[in-house]
Structures are given as structure tokens and as C-alpha cells.
């Protein structure tokens, strides 16, 4: 998939990106990979904002910490937290209909309330 775009700071983060396009892969996620080569995406539900619940992840079998940037459906950054590898169970502040699982180093790139492309 194309770059990862933030519109407030007009910065690129990512030049491309991996989609969790199947059942397997948003399953898998980071899980039993060595490191976060390209940012993950996860669309949730086509795109519709999804619960809470529905959308929280966890870090067993993540050897490695990793950021998780939670969007609406607008793509509006809604929460954006660190994750510690085997220990870290996340559900976002709000709903969510995006997410995008990367390097720690992510994380500080982007904030509550931001607009990303992709």
C-alpha cells in the first residue's frame, strides 16, 4: 500500500505500508515476527468504526515493543499507545476503524487528534 502521510506535521512516516487484508494476517499480527520492518494496517469492518472491545490487541508472543495508533472513520487518530512485548493488552480510548501497529518510534510522531493518509 501507498505512504503513511501526517496532515498537521505534512510529515511521512512510512513510505509503505502492509495491510492485515485476511482473517490469518489481522490474527497474526506482529505475533512471532523479529521486528516491524513496514507499519501493519488493520482495517476494521470496511472501514466503520468498531467498539472498544472490539478492536483491542495484545502483545503475547511480540518479541519486540511496538506502537498501536488507533483512527475513526475520518482517520482521526484517537489514541496511541507503546506496547511491551508478551505483557501488553490495549483497548483504545475510543472506537476505532483503523489501526496501525509500528516501530515505537512512531508513536512520537504522531498525536491525539492528527489526520493521517493512506
Not at 20 to 45: I, N, T
Not at 51 to 72: E, K, P
Not at 85 to 109: C, D, M, N, Q, W
Amino acid at each position: 500500500m501507498g505512504k503513511l502521510y501526517n496532515k498537521r506535521s505534512r510529515a511521512v512516516l512510512a513510505n509503505s505500508l502492509d495491510v492485515a487484508d485476511s482473517f490469518f494476517a489481522r490474527a497474526r499480527g506482529l505475533m512471532f515476527k523479529s521486528e516491524v520492518r513496514r507499519p501493519l494496517l488493520f482495517v476494521f469492518d470496511e472501514g466503520k468504526a468498531k467498539s472498544r472491545q472490539a478492536c483491542a490487541i495484545h502483545a503475547l508472543f511480540v518479541f519486540f515493543s511496538f506502537s498501536a495508533i488507533y483512527l475513526d472513520a475520518a482517520k482521526r487518530v484517537v489514541d496511541v499507545r507503546v506496547c511491551d512485548p508478551f505483557f501488553s493488552f490495549v483497548v483504545p480510548k475510543k472506537r476505532s476503524a483503523y489501526l496501525i501497529e509500528g516501530t515505537p518510534a512512531l508513536a512520537g510522531k504522531v498525536r491525539v487528534g492528527d489526520v493521517l493518509e493512506f
